[in-house]
Structures are given as C-alpha cells and as structure tokens.
C-alpha cells in the first residue's frame, strides 16, 4: 500500500469499458497496475489515509499509443520538404542516413523523438529503425514504453550487411532486453518491396512461433504497387497473403491504396492498420480510405511517422487530422466521431501490438499509463464534450501531466527527471553537429 | 526616437521581398512602423543606444492574419460535433444562437477567440457575426487588429430585423468606428443562398464607392450549389458575378466546389479566397482545389473558421493542414511549398483585406505586427530550414512575442496587460453560465 496513490480529475474516459465518460471517479494506483476505478468518494473510503492527486478540470485518458515512427529520424526533421517520396528518399534522406546512422545518431535522434512524444502525452511508441538497442536506451531513459521493431531490409546499412544479419541481431536483442518491462518487439521487415519472399516467409514463421505483431510498410504509394505487379504479377498484400503474413499479427502501416477486397481480406484475418495521415499527406501518397476501413470492421491505430516526413510527432495533432480527413475524403461528417478516435490512439493501438491486456483503458489490472489534459485554459472554455474538446480542441500543449507504468513520467508539463533533464539539453547542444554532418546549411 | 527599439531575432522572414530568409538581421521599430530593416550591426551603428531585444533562436514573421472567422462562436465550441453541416447548423448552432446571441454573449465569446488567436501569432482577424461593435470592443481590449464584417442576412436576429436594417447598423458603425487605427471593414453578406438579389446589388455598389472587401461564404457545399441552380437557373458564382460583386473586392470563403472555369474566372478578376481545410473536412463539405487555384495565379488565403466548426482558432495549426493537404489531395508534393503558405497567412491575405500597404510583410514603412517563434526546443532542434520548421513541425505553443502597431502585446508567451488578464479570468468564469444557456449539459 505504501506506493499506492488516487488520481482524482473532473472526467475519466476509460476507453473499452461503459460508459465513454465517468465524473467524479478516482482512480487507484498500486505499483505499475491500476487498483480501482471507484466514485472518488468509494476510492477515498476504501483507502483510508491514501494520497490524493486532485486534477480539477483536468481529463484523464488512458495514454496515447504512436503506432508508427521512426524516432532517430528527429535529426532530420526538415531536411527535404515541399519533395515526393522518391525524390524525398534518393536525394535527401538515404544519403544523410548513409553519412550519419550509427548508434550515437539513433541514440540522439531517438532521445529528442522521445521528448517530444511524452511531453504530448505519447506513452508508448511503436518503432521501426536500425540500432534498435540504441533507441531502447534513450526511451528507458524517459520511462517510456517502446515496441521496437526488429528491422529486417534488403540492402547493406552501418547496422547489418544482409537481411539474414538483420533478423539475427533483432533476435538476439530481444533475448538480451525481452525481461525489461516496458518493452515489447515486432518483427519490422521494411516493405513487401525492400524483402524477399525468402526472408519473409520466414518473418511469417517466427511471427506465428514467437507471437510477435509483424511491423511493415504496406501500399503507400501507388507507384510500389504498380512496379509489384511487373516484377511479382500481383499486388503486394496478395503476395503477402501467399507467404502466410496476413493474420492478426499484421501492423499494416500506410495502406493508403486498398481496394474493397483487400480492405476485407485485412478485417477478416483481423490484421490492423497504422494509418499516418500527416506523411502520406506530405509525400503526396494520397488519402488512405479509413471510412471504408471502420466500415469493414478494420482495426485501425494512428502513428505519426518519422519526423523527416511529418514533421511532428505529435498524436493529438495526428489524430485531429485523421478524423477530420475521414470526414472530408468520404463527405460523412459522423465518421469517426471523437470517443471511437481516442480508441484507435490507445485500445485499439494496443490490440495491434498484442498488448491490449495490459494497457490502452483505464480498468483494474491494467498497468497505468495515463495521460491528464487540462482542459481549463480559454482556448476549451467552456466544455460541452470533454472528448471531443480532446480530439478537436486541445493540443499537446494542454497535456499537464503523464505516468507510464504508475510512475509520474511527466509533471505540471516538465518531464519528471533531472537526469533526463540534463541528457536532452546535451543532445539539443549536439544537434547542429548532426546538422552539419548530414550536409545540409 | 524614445519610442525607438530594435529586434534582433536569428532569423527574418520578411515575407514578399527577397530573399526569403535574413540572417543576422535586425528590426527597427518607431512607434507604430517599421523604420528600418538592417544587418543587425548597421542597425545598431545607425540608431546608437537604441534599446534592443534580443531573440537568440527565434523566427520573426509578419503577424498572421486569420482571413475567416466568427469570433463569439468560441462560447459554442463543441455544441454539435460530428455532424453533418445541415443538421449541425439546423439542430445545434441556431437554436443556441437564437437563445444566446445579444451583445454581451458576443463580447464575450470575441473575448475568449482574440485570447487565443493572439496567444498563436494572429495579429488580424477578419471577423464577421452579429453585433460586430462588441466584436471591436473585445479586440481592442487586446491591441488587436480586426477586419470587422458588416454582416447582412436574410432573416430576423436580436441585432437586426432586416437585410436593410442589418446593412444600416453595419455603416452606422463604420462611420463611428473609422478612426481606430486598429480596425477596418468588409461588408459581409453572409452567403448568396441568405441574401437576395437586391441586397447583393446595393452591396456591389457600395463595396465599388467606399473600397471595401465583400466578406461572403462561397459554394462551400454541393447543396447549396444545386438549390441555387434549382432556384436561380444558375452556380452561386455567376449569380454573384451578374450581381457586380466579382471583382478585386471579393473574398470567397470556403470555395470547396469550383470548376476550372470559376476558379479562371475569380483569378482573372483580382478576386481572394479564404481557405478553411478544418472547417471544410469536419463538416464534410469536402477538399477545396488549392493546388488549382494556385496554379491559376488566384490569390488564397488561410481562415480558422469559427469555433464551432473547427474547433481550434489556430492559425498554424490550420496553415499546416492547408499545405498538406493540398499535396496528398493534388498528388503533388511540390505544391504550396512552406514560404508561399507563409505568405498566404500574411502578405497575400492583407491583400485580400486591401491592408497590404500596411501590414502583411516585414518592410520599412509598414506597420509593426510581428511575431516571433521560438524554434530552439529540443522538438525543433535542429534547425534544417526555419521557414520549413515554422509550417511544418512549430506549433502555436511555440510563439513568444508579439507586436501589433509596434506594441509589444504577448511578451515571453504571456498577453502584456494585467487589464486584459482579468478582463479573460471573468470571462472564462463565466462561460459555465453561457454553457447552461446554451441548452447542454
């Protein structure tokens, strides 16, 4: 009992349970787990003498869950805008990457992108990028949750020579960290166009052996999906349907081009998608048919991408746009209302990364990753729906107060820990190093 | 000279003339203009003992001009989410208007919108909804600048009873008003399908005689479209162009549904565009064609809408969205690059408002409303491009200072004048009251 405290805010959206919105609720913390969801007035009798956070005007949400970044990427945040993704790719970002990737730039780069998100409020970000041992350590050092991606890609990098050297080290990382906690792992195979149908099939095998979520950009664009049915004679999702990794372990990122069969073939086998609207906005991919999508019965989660393509990884700001740009591409202004958008940040997030029984709603048992939004300020004055004030009102700016694992990660706006405190300082003073190395003024 | 003082921020992006982007510039502020803009060492050599504000890390702009809003609606924000905007206006925002709108709820709402249109950079905003003299008053309790919109609407209000009466009221008030440096006017028929011919021609004429902009919504939906084809025999557009009222004068807000013809025909004329991608993807009204517009030389602002249909008054925030949408929608990465959606949120809407020989650029000679961003957090470090970083990853939470007429009104992100701060705390204590008459729990 000595670790346990209550969280007391105006309004709880517990996501999952009935109904979407408790007043007057507490919530117990015990540990890493949450105790109780009681009427405050229960909590504060069933505990007696138990410290009390009270969080007047405050909504608490269970924490937001990025399905989709790339975090070393933040020290190339700008380095080619206004370009399409292929021009984007070849001129600006391989060539920096080939000048810069080691596990120092992940570690940096990882640590800014881990800043950003917990100050707006992210617990929990789903990662895909080399080094993966190097962004594990700038995340623990913020207290945040990672799925990291077990990076596997067809072409020599400072990481690893061969994609068989690439699942080796992904493997044996995850036996080094896999008791750490606040980690969990996917198998990150780049793109059906970067991997082989040999390395894949074997991703399939190991993601149904180790139950592990599979990670992969999937129809971006449509220039990969024509150049698929050249070089294979069939669409990229028919191909991995064939090498056996459409299941529920598939975390589709992007799927910006899906036609109605495919749209279904993904809900039938309970596959999810992470839908990054901002990126596919900025590289000119198109507009990924999500109406079409919730219809199916998809699940879908939102990730905010790298920062090279975003340029902010900022989930509220993402999620914003997803649900207004559901409306405006299908013209049905009731699709994707707010309270089904916080599910797809937090629970339905969680289901794709095989997580959901430990986090994304606020239930007893669950481990507590919260988020508090203080929803006082003029700007979302007065509250008609706090839900909806959240998803289409509020920024991260107004995110006060963050745990991850019932540790108090963020306070009054300010990360929580003087030791991290001092690291970020010294990588923002690191970072017109990098600026000049990748070779840009 | 003892109102004399200079800004020296890292970076200027003076906005219309070249280039681009000054380094190691400074600013040199008389009174309400701008004297001088100069390599900070000429400056300070040519003005000796001028006081000067340093600004290590930050972008200054132009102040940004919201070319589309209804300010007091900020008391309705989240009345009607996710609602389609028939039943949104029919079930929700009329009904409550008709119980709240009087002129102490305008006051008010104005109050709450200015407070947080200011604290995010805009230094104008072209306002148009009932009882505009309050509208004034808020904003002037702020040191903002307005383009007040004499509104004219077909049907009965507590501010007005008809189309006559509401154009009376509006020039009475431009006539007592006039002299406020601060203020200017649009007439402000509200859209063609809630004002008849014969108003709209006695607005024509008068726009023609007193040089004012004509304030209106603009075939913001496929409905409103066919009505008028239905009842007219013709587009919204050309009735409007029979009417006179196509000209340099015209700002079409909205503009969702133009063909190429009509877009040819709005540019040729010297015609503006207020472009509201929020408002438009929520209510479903569909994606504007900017990156035709464009394209045709049409000159296209950006507007928050107000916030009940937004619902965020955030005009970086809606400049973002309006760039990356214009690209994902036209397939086209290139389009609307970060400096000419700088410059459609500054230069090219003062032209919009004919306030272009005043404000919209950093220039000497022009009036001092300028805003500086402080790109120096670790979710903006490092720095590739400032004017990129601004559009694309800054956020209004990162805007510092701001200048209106030369008058320093946010200063290190808080508003200057302990007037103003309590002016807002009542209001926002009172916005509870205007909820419970809103009709909502």
């Known amino acids: 009992m000595s670790e346990a405290f209550l969280i007391a805010p105006t309004w709880i959206a517990p996501v999952g349970p009935r109904p979407d919105l408790l007043r007057h609720h ?110 594990a350590a700038s995340a623990r050092l913020l207290g945040m949750r990672v799925a990291l991606g077990l990076i596997v890609i067809g072409f020599p990098t400072a990481y690893a020579s061969s994609a068989a050297e690439y699942l080796r080290k992904g493997l044996d990382l995850r036996d080094q960290l896999g008791e750490d906690p606040l980690l969990s792992f996917c198998l990150a195979p780049h793109a059906p166009y970067t991997v082989e149908d040999e390395h894949l099939r074997r991703i399939a095998i190991l993601a149904d052996e180790l139950d592990l979520p599979v990670h992969i950009h999937l129809h971006e664009t449509a220039g990969e999906i024509e150049r698929s049915l050249a070089q294979y004679g069939m669409r990229p999702l028919e191909r991995l349907d064939r090498l056996g990794l459409v299941t529920p372990h598939l975390i589709g990122v992007h799927a910006v081009h899906l036609n109605d069969a495919e749209i279904g073939l993904l809900a039938d086998r309970g596959a999810s998608i992470a839908h990054c609207p901002h990126s596919n906005l900025k590289l000119a991919s198109g507009i990924a048919p999500v109406a079409r999508m919730l219809e199916a019965g998809l699940n879908v989660g939102i990730g905010t991408d790298g920062s090279a393509s975003n340029n902010r990884l900022d989930l509220l700001s993402e999620a914003r746009t997803a649900a207004l740009l559901a409306k405006g591409s299908s013209l049905r202004a009731e699709v994707w209302p707010a309270p089904a958008v916080l599910k797809a940040m937090t629970l339905d997030a969680a289901r794709a990364l095989g997580l959901d029984d430990r986090i994304g709603s606020i239930e007893a048992g669950k481990e507590a990753d919260l988020v508090a939004i203080d929803l006082s300020a003029p700007e979302l004055s007065p509250v008609y729906d706090p839900i909806s004030q959240l998803i289409y009102a509020a920024g991260r700016e107004h995110v006060a107060e963050v745990w991850i694992a019932g540790s108090h990660v963020v306070q009054k706006r300010q990360l929580g820990s003087s030791f991290a405190l001092k690291a970020i300082r010294e990588v923002v003073a690191r970072t017109a190093l990098w600026q000049n190395r990748a070779g840009n003024a």
Chains 1, 2 share one sequence.
């Open 26 to 135: 507490a919530v117990v913390v015990e540990g890493a787990r949450i105790a109780a969801v009681l009427p405050r007035q229960q909590a504060l009798d069933a505990y007696p003498g138990i410290p009390e956070i009270e969080l007047e005007g405050h909504l608490l949400t269970p924490g937001f869950i990025n399905l989709h970044t790339h975090a070393a990427m933040s020290l190339l945040r700008g380095i080619g805008d206004d370009l399409p993704l292929a021009r984007w790719l070849e001129e600006r970002i391989w060539p920096a990457e080939a000048r810069l990737a080691g596990a120092d730039f992940v570690a940096d780069g990882a640590l800014l992108a881990a800043t950003e998100m917990l100050s707006g409020g992210i617990t929990t970000f789903n990662d895909m990028y080399f080094f993966p041992e190097a962004t």
